[in-house]
């Protein structure tokens, strides 16, 4: 089949398109004929390499994948040869103490399709059958992919873990990112009042156009000032952070009272300074996210079929422009997700 293998870190140029061997499913395993890979900023670091990250080498990265099953090995039920999946972008044992109690970013053998073993930038993958979801059939293989890793984390951070509730006001940073655009719509599925940012006019209206009812052009405007100007002294709920370094300190100044700032990354820096009187004296909160669980993920897949969660798509590349990819997505030159079609 054709794949793409990251065999070394470094820049765009590493991504080669090599013809490799089939995977071999295990019993427990069913073959899956790749229709959609929606890209994420992970590939990027993986391509790049993180000192200390467990990222494996070689490896067909890409996390975000919809297709139709193949085969299945002797223990996969409740699927057969030509079903339409959208799959389960984590790995965990599914047995320990965190599995059953749904915490599966926790467990201790916690991994990621397309990063802790081969993913999705291929014709074909083998994948565990607890990772399998029927695709609704209202959407396509591209928007179940560019649905999956990003709405699951982007619900992680704000049900589970922020528990933004009807009525409260969310700041969502980078509204036509990709995790970004897919809390603005769980935000508004949950009857939230959102403010986003973003860089550009274009942007900012994409983000308007999903649902974000305040919007602030952090390039022209001070985000601070600007969330101000819409909810005054009394700040915000929740923020929804993935920037880090000074957008994560001056977003704590947009809490208010019992507000929680939730995060899931640190693109700019992951040293930051809390002022602490604030964050005891306002009973606020700082809360940490990874991806999800499965059970999150079975409820997004129900709420894909009502057609609340529709991912922005930026682009749909085949898979031997993955290079253009990585750079659309490395310069932000996108909005919403980057899809490859194998
Ligand atoms: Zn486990």
Redesign the pocket.
Known sequence: MRAVVVREHGGPEVLKLEEVADPSPSPGEALVRVRACALNHLDVWHRRGIPGAPFLLPCITGADIAGDIVSVGGEVTGFAPGDAVMILPTL?????E??ERDE?PL???FGILGETCDGGLAELVAVPARNLFKKPERLTYEQAAAGSLSTLTAWHMLVTRAQLRAGETVLIHGGASGVGSAAIRIAKHLGATVIATASTSEKLEAARSIGADHLINYAKEDFVQGTRAVVGKAGVDVVFEHVGGEVFERSLRCLGWGGRLVTCGATTGVDAKVNLRHLFFKGQSILGSTMGSRAEFAEIVRLHADGVLDPLIDRVLPLEEIVQGHQALETRAVIGKVVMNP
């Open positions: 965990s044992c599914g047995v320990c965190r599995c599966d467990c201790r053998s």
